[in-house]
């Protein structure tokens, strides 16, 4: 099992619609988790980061963490062409500051 | 302020050959990276240094590569001999000191196809 799980998609939506990214986890140290948009041929930029549960919100995009069932959340509201990336999500734990990402998931937004 | 610079950013080598990516990190980042990126993977990490030394390489494959960093500045990574299953993109990346996760810069990595 791997220590990440993430959908790889693809995920094709039109213009203007919700899109909802997701990542399971097995390990439970994990504390600090982000997610990183990664638009073709380039590196990842860091997109969202959140310490421990909740949600944290930053203009379009709202992550949310559920440590209890060790599932994170990343929401596009309002997609635009531009969101069109593939999406990793990634998590470490307090001593560590290894990152272990997830395998992405491509997202298309259509116009 | 200048990201972080990779070359080259494309190269195409034969399976049992060598090759060197080059890697400049963000001026006065002291963390440096170096992942590896297999297609429909997320990046893994090989090696991370800390100034000019290693600070973890559990992941780093010893019998056919190795990284430095001169100076604690640039770094280097070379693999020799080249296997097929080496195809990917290598990513460097690096943040102004240990431990600060969520401050990584990227750079756009170099794509190597092994044949």
């Known amino acids: 099992q791997k220590e990440v799980e993430q959908d790889p998609g693809p995920l094709s939506v039109p213009e203007g619609a919700i899109v909802s990214l997701n990542c399971t986890y097995s390990n439970s140290a994990f504390q600090y988790f982000m997610w990183y948009r990664q638009y073709s041929r380039k590196g990842p930029e860091l997109l969202m980061y959140t310490y421990s549960s909740g949600n944290k919100e930053d203009g379009r995009f709202t992550a949310q963490v559920d440590k209890s069932s060790k599932y994170i959340s990343l929401f596009i509201r309002d997609s635009q062409p531009s969101d069109s990336a593939t999406y990793l999500c990634?998590?470490?734990?307090?001593?560590?500051?290894?990152?272990?990402f997830g395998a992405g998931t491509t997202v298309t937004v259509r116009a | 302020e200048a990201g972080v610079a990779q070359s080259p950013r494309y190269k195409i080598i034969e399976k049992r050959q060598s090759v060197a990516f080059w890697c400049n990190p963000i001026?006065?980042?002291?963390?440096l990276y170096w992942y590896q990126q297999i297609l429909g993977q997320g990046p893994k990490l090989l090696i991370q240094f800390q100034n000019n030394g290693v600070v973890d390489d559990s992941q780093l494959p010893k019998d056919r590569f190795s990284a430095e960093r001169l100076k604690g500045v640039d770094s280097t990574l070379k693999i020799q001999p080249a296997k097929l299953e080496d195809s990917a993109v290598y990513l460097c990346?690096?943040?102004?000191?240990?431990?600060?996760?969520?401050?990584?810069?990227f750079g756009p990595g170099t794509r190597l196809t092994v044949l």
């Open positions: 990634a998590m470490t734990s307090f001593n560590d500051y290894k990152l272990s």
């Open positions: 001026s006065g980042h002291a963390t």
């Open positions: 990346a690096s943040s102004p000191r240990q431990g600060l996760v969520n401050e990584q810069f």
